[in-house]
């Protein structure tokens, strides 16, 4: 049976996108919002996870208590997401559910009670999500390397925002930024399972047909991005944790593909490239991996990595060998077709999923671009060649863009920004 894509546009605005797929009996469906932390100014970081937190505190009509029971009794299940660019509510239920699951999507988007005693309640737990963030140094290393890597750029804020931010925040600040953010054109209902869309179509129109705001749409700014530099964090723990790597490609940027294939063969399993040298051979690290985040107008290319004190040095001279191996050293056939063969296998996988087919649905929308199906996007993949791995390679790994950011026992005179870029240089 083919899965079957529509799209549609309500007349206020909200997009509907869907996914039919006859053989399961779920449907996933997302209300996304395509602001994140990247829309807000400095005094205002950290408002849209906490928005997200609190439409969950209740409606006009619905407790917190009602939210949670709503789905849940009859099996299914609601959570929320923030990040960079865009916040999402979702749910997943049984097909024949999906009416009750865009009732209470639309309800906690378009009628949160926004109680100041809630606000109260959740200003402490996000304090306390915070603290588990900076108590936990493998993700805060993370946090670290955006701010070194997007200086200044509102790419660099740290979605859960700064402790000063959330104990300042008043709830005339979170209705202002609701008011602005929230608007109809911003807005994607995208579902992916058992779902006629013309069904869901009526559903939205019942449920978001009369979802209004008063305030004008913003156009998204892109990204100015100053030069990368080093954010050095000291801090007492048993490892030294290092992110390295620099500005890369868009969502839209044709060379995506050829960019994840590259980091599947850098660094994207036991078979890598990374994994074989740096914990096989070497023997310097026992967690090692990279990553390729794309946003709508830039986007990143690194590798994370802890170590030992003692190793610092080495590791950080050895993990940048193997990123200048990548401009000079093209992979083998064999190399090329076992990182394709992973990449879309992953795919496939996660696909099986209607909750990621959903998510990638919206992602697709939101970038505005075009639908591709799997087969068209497993394609895309199987065309990647070696000389297009070497031209994003070269586009992307610049010794003057290389940022760094290290937590741990070290001092800056034990790490030099320009020594690390001129461990890049080649020739």
């Known amino acids: 049976m083919s899965i079957i894509y529509n799209h549609s546009v309500l007349p206020n605005g ?43 505190k209740g409606t006009r009509t619905r407790s917190a208590r009602d939210i949670a029971i709503f789905l849940e009794s009859i099996g299914g299940h609601l959570d ?35 109680d100041p005693q ?45 402790r000063e931010n959330c104990q300042s925040f008043k709830m005339a600040d979170i209705q202002a930024f609701r008011r602005k953010n929230y608007l109809p054109g911003n807005m994607v209902l995208a579902v992916a399972g058992r779902v006629e869309h013309q069904a869901l179509e009526q559903l939205a129109r019942r449920y978001l047909g009369q979802y209004q705001t008063s305030a004008a749409p913003k156009t998204n700014a892109d990204a100015d991005i100053k030069a990368p530099g080093l954010l050095l964090k000291r801090k007492k723990t048993s490892q030294v944790h290092i992110c390295l790597g620099m500005p890369a490609l868009a969502f839209s940027d044709p060379g995506r593909y050829a960019l994840l294939v590259l980091n599947t063969i850098f660094g994207g399993g036991m078979s890598s490239r990374l994994f074989q040298k740096i914990r096989e051979e070497e023997g310097l690290a026992y967690s090692i991996y990279s990553f390729a985040d794309l946003y709508r107008d830039t986007g990143l290319f690194g590798v994370y990595l802890g170590v030992a004190v003692e190793q610092t040095r080495i590791s950080l001279e050895t993990t940048l060998a193997e990123f200048k191996r990548l401009l000079v050293e093209p992979p083998s056939p064999e190399e090329l077709e076992n990182a394709k063969s992973q990449l879309k296998g992953n795919l496939m996988l996660g696909l099986e999923s209607t909750s990621n087919r959903m998510m990638r649905l919206a992602k697709m929308e939101i970038n505005r671009e075009p639908y591709r199906d799997l087969g068209q996007t497993l394609a895309r993949i199987d065309a990647v060649t070696t000389d297009d791995l070497l031209d994003v390679a070269q586009r992307v790994i610049r010794p003057e863009a290389l940022a760094a950011a290290v937590l741990g026992p070290v001092s800056a005179r034990e790490i030099s920004l320009p020594q690390l870029r001129e461990l890049l240089q080649v020739g």
């Open 14 to 56: 909200i997009t509907l996108v869907s996914e039919k797929i006859p053989h399961v009996r779920s449907a996933a469906v997302g209300l996304w919002i395509a602001r994140g932390s990247r829309d807000e100014r400095p005094g205002e970081n950290g408002l849209s996870h906490l928005i997200e937190h609190l439409l969950f």
């Open 80 to 114: 929320a997401f923030t990040s960079k660019e865009e916040t999402c509510f979702y749910a997943r239920v049984l097909d024949e559910h999906l009416p009750q699951a865009v009732d209470i999507l639309s309800d906690i988007i378009s009628h949160p009670r926004f």
């Open 118 to 162: 809630d606000l109260e309640k959740e200003r402490k737990v996000i304090l306390e999500e915070i603290k588990t963030v900076e108590d936990t140094p493998d993700e805060m290393v993370h946090e670290l390397f955006s701010q070194a890597l997007f200086d200044g750029h509102p790419l660099s804020y740290p979605i859960l925002g700064s």
